[in-house]
């Protein structure tokens, strides 16, 4: 069984019982998804991928992170998207929320940082600075190996390894990880020597967090890559021989059944702030997989009890287009990234403040108490709340989490009736941007968009 756990007691029951009704076609999408048949089979190697290569590859991985022969102090990842967003919500989960301005209690793990997700000038100008303080390694991933900000600022980075470690040192210290044969990163690598992984060619971006894509800068980082693994194979194992009401389908059957309901927004709320990368990622897995053809929830992150002094308000009592999500952490001691370390409210001689009533009561129990109470006040204000149940946050449950929203994912694009592997509206922008910026080929689109403006 999962680890993972989904409580649907706050939704209400004409909701429940339209997901009832499409549990079966959750499961055939689930059929067809392991059996290779569904709209998009093409981009379904991340199903299963621990057992079919996930382990293997990790071993192969530590091979090279024992055998590199530069000391470095600094990974850098660049990449955009699909490219980067698993393994910074790995990293943002499992490290201290202050690495790196104080001296950590958890081990001795290089820093992390990411670039080529963005195009601001002033980020890559202050990334130079931190660099020149450290002896960096630098991992760049991309697929197509010809997206425009991972290719901005690798140039940047890669010139400025050269300059200072001189061209043979700085192609020690990067990895490339793109397609196996195709692509102007492929080129490089093979051109500049650069060690490299492959992107499986039938793993698509935001599917790919447990391939080369997150483990190559999870484990040069100092990530247990082999429990999050594990965590995944123990969801896909779960749906070998899952039950009707199996979590995953239940979640995507509640997702679909709101959705033909009316509703819109699909929120998911998290009470950890250490999570917020791991909500980005499900952003991306969701947004990009369902939001096509004029169809799809548009999927929101939204950070209790901060949140609750800001969108709370209009959660409770705007339009009542949403549905919500709250993603639990049930052992309060395995929520700070392996550290086990606790906080009660101090007792104090008077009561000024009057949370005598709290004294001596751990942090993490008002929080959770909050968390509740929002999930209860939601409901009762019209929006459908869902909890979903980790049991600690580290590898081995963001591991079962990622394969859980994966398949939920492409159950959801299923029964939407979507290919959840695509992005074609991705290209849009893309496009323009070469018009804009005069790349050659798109020299007339060019000039045909500045006539617009
Ligand atoms: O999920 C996806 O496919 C996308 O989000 C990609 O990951 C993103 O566009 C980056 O693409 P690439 O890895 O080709 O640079």
Avoid at 18 to 36: H, N, S, T, V
Avoid at 225 to 236: R, T
Wanted: aromatic share 8%; glycine share 10%.
């Amino acid at each position: 069984m999962s680890s993972i756990k989904l409580d649907i007691q706050m939704v209400d029951d004409e909701l429940k019982s339209a997901a009832r009704e499409i549990l079966p076609k959750a499961g055939a999408a689930l059929r067809d998804l392991q059996e290779k048949r569904c709209t998009g089979a093409e981009f379904t190697g991340w199903y299963d991928w621990p057992k079919i290569k996930g382990h293997a590859l990790a071993k192969d991985i530590r091979k090279l992170v024992g055998s590199l022969d530069v000391f470095y102090d600094q990974v850098v990842v660049i990449g955009i998207g699909g490219s980067y967003l698993g393994c910074r919500a790995v990293t943002d989960a499992l490290s201290h929320s202050y690495a790196g301005q104080v001296t950590a209690k958890q081990g001795r793990r290089p820093g992390l940082t990411f670039a080529g997700h963005h195009l601001s000038e002033s980020g890559l100008v202050e990334l130079l600075d931190l660099l020149e303080e450290k002896q960096p390694i630098i991992n760049v991933i991309s697929k197509s190996g010809t997206t425009t900000e991972p290719a901005v600022a690798f140039r940047v980075i890669r010139s400025y390894m050269e300059k200072r470690f001189g061209k043979e040192e700085a192609s020690k210290r990067i990895i490339a990880t793109t397609d196996s044969k195709s692509g102007a990163l492929r080129s490089l690598a093979k051109s500049e020597g650069f060690k490299s992984f492959d992107v499986p060619g039938d793993v698509g971006g935001r599917y790919s967090v447990l391939t080369a894509v997150g483990l190559v800068p999870l484990a040069l980082a100092g990530f247990n890559i082999e429990d999050l693994l594990q965590g995944a194979d123990d969801v896909f194992r779960s749906l070998e021989a899952p039950a009707a009401d199996h979590p995953v389908l239940q979640y995507a059957a509640v997702r679909s059944a709101a959705y033909q309901n009316g509703k819109t927004v699909d929120i998911l709320a998290y009470g950890e702030p250490r999570l917020f990368h791991t909500v980005e990622w499900w952003k991306q897995l969701f947004g990009e997989s369902e939001g096509k053809e004029g169809k799809g929830l548009f999927p929101a992150g939204v950070a209790y009890t901060t949140d609750l002094h800001s969108l709370g308000q209009y959660v409770q009592e705007g339009v009542r287009n949403l549905i919500e999500t709250f993603l639990m952490v049930d052992d309060p001691l395995g929520r700070t990234g392996g550290v086990e370390r606790r906080l009660r409210i101090p007792a104090m001689s008077e009561n000024a403040d009057e949370l005598r009533y709290l004294e001596n009561r751990f942090i993490s129990e008002i929080n959770d108490a909050a968390l509740v109470a929002t999930r209860i006040a939601h409901f009762d204000g019209g929006v459908p709340c869902m909890a979903l149940h980790l049991p600690r946050i580290d590898e081995k449950s963001l591991g079962a989490l990622f394969a859980f929203f994966e398949t939920a994912c492409a159950i959801g694009g299923a029964l939407l009736q979507v290919n959840p592997f695509d992005q074609p509206g991705v290209e849009a922008y893309k496009k323009n941007l070469f018009g804009l910026l005069g790349k050659p080929g798109f020299e007339n689109l060019g000039v045909e968009l500045r006539r617009r403006l």
